[in-house]
């Protein structure tokens, strides 16, 4: 089975800190996504990785970057924690398809970091 | 852009019943994918079904089944007998084909399914 892992289940931050979020997989996908999940708005894309040190804006990257320094490995970054960025964050993989960048296979998630910005 | 809607926040049902979860999206293109993901409370995302959208035949996983109305774009989950252990956010999500799209979803709100004993 595809393990998708997160380095906290919850973590409290202060306002103007630097938060790291990590996110590792096992099983060798090319694809790696960052998502936060709020109520009433579902999940929604902050960044992805397609490659190593590669990476591309999803829906609402502002406030935040990303890290893809080995391919097993994805961060998220919030270089300065606002109290707007308290939110269930996920990290989600999937393996490319055949020609690089197109994939149509399920994507696998860890199981949530649940951060709080004091 | 795709956009996905789940228009139920809340639905409850009682064991061995049967509920079906709605979904619509919003699409120009004619090949993509949908699916249905689980969200129990422990929180890790479980999908639960898929539909190729250039398949006529509705997609079917045990209890779990779908019905795809490609021309209303509309794609519902049914579940039969449902149990307790089906309590969770559901999340519909789409998937556009083509060559860029990287396996990026673009999901719906969610639907909060309560099974009662």
């Known amino acids: 089975d595809v393990k998708v892992t997160q380095s906290s289940r919850y973590l409290v931050k202060r306002t103007g800190e630097k938060v790291f979020l990590e996110c590792v997989q096992d099983?060798?996908?090319?694809?790696m996504f960052w998502y936060r999940q709020d109520p009433g708005l579902g999940l929604r894309l902050i960044y992805f990785?397609?490659?190593?040190?590669?990476?591309e804006k999803g829906d609402i990257p502002e406030g935040y970057s990303v890290s893809r320094e080995k391919k097993e490995r994805f961060s998220l970054i919030l270089e300065s924690a606002s109290t707007n960025q308290t939110s269930m964050y996920l990290c989600?993989?999937?393996?490319?398809?055949?020609?690089?960048?197109?994939?149509?296979?399920?994507?696998?998630f860890g199981d949530g970091t649940r951060l709080s910005i004091l | 852009a795709q956009t996905v809607t789940q228009s139920q926040p809340e639905m409850s049902v009682q064991e061995a019943e049967t509920v079906t979860l709605s979904c619509t999206y919003d699409?120009?293109?004619?090949?993509?994918?949908l699916f249905w993901y689980k969200q129990p409370p422990s929180r890790q995302m479980i999908l639960v079904i898929r539909?190729?959208?250039?398949?006529?035949q509705n997609a079917t996983e045990n209890r779990f089944s779908v019905n795809f109305q490609k021309a209303a774009k509309s794609f519902s989950l049914k579940i039969s007998d449902s149990q307790l252990g089906d309590t969770a956010m559901y999340f519909c999500?789409?998937?556009?084909?083509?060559?860029?799209?990287?396996?990026?979803?673009?999901f719906g709100q969610g639907t909060i399914l309560t099974v009662h004993p």
């Open positions: 989600a993989s999937n393996p490319s398809g055949t020609g690089g960048s197109g994939s149509n296979q399920p994507q696998h």
């Open positions: 099983m060798d996908h090319e694809n």
């Open positions: 990785s397609y490659d190593v040190k590669m990476k």
């Open positions: 699409t120009s293109e004619s090949n993509y994918y």
């Open positions: 539909q190729e959208a250039y398949k006529q």
């Open positions: 999500a789409f998937l556009g084909g083509g060559g860029t799209s990287y396996g990026k979803l673009t």
